[in-house]
């Protein structure tokens, strides 16, 4: 079992920026594929970012030039750098594990316009 713990969300305006930390209890971030995802009121989830186990990054794009997925395999952890955020980019945001899935318990992310 493992368990992921997400946080840095925020609320913030038009423009600026938000650091998402995912942390996992067991050392998996540098051998699984890691992503985030995010749900917004009344939307499906969408896959926003990929990181790979040999380090190859994908993103949405939507969010391509302005978010940027990373990993720390010492501290078991992923992050998610979201610059020039926009109104369109509130919503919960996960972190999930592949192949084998678990989901983070989310953190929201509110941009004001």
């Known amino acids: 079992q493992v368990q992921l713990v997400e946080s840095g969300g925020g609320l913030v305006q038009a423009g600026g920026s938000l650091r998402l930390s995912c942390v996992a209890s067991?050392?998996?971030?540098?051998?699984?594929?890691m992503n985030w995802f995010r749900q917004a009121p009344g939307k499906q989830r969408e896959l926003v970012a990929t990181?790979?186990?040999?380090?190859?990054?994908n993103y949405a794009d939507s969010v391509k030039g302005r978010f940027t997925i990373s990993r720390v395999n010492a501290k078991n952890t992923v992050y998610l750098q979201m610059n020039s955020l926009k109104p369109e980019d509130t919503a919960v945001y996960y972190c999930r594990t592949s192949p084998q899935v678990y989901w983070g318990q989310g953190t929201q992310v509110t941009v004001s316009s």
């Open positions: 990181i790979t186990r040999n380090g190859s990054t």
């Open positions: 067991r050392s998996i971030v540098g051998i699984y594929t």
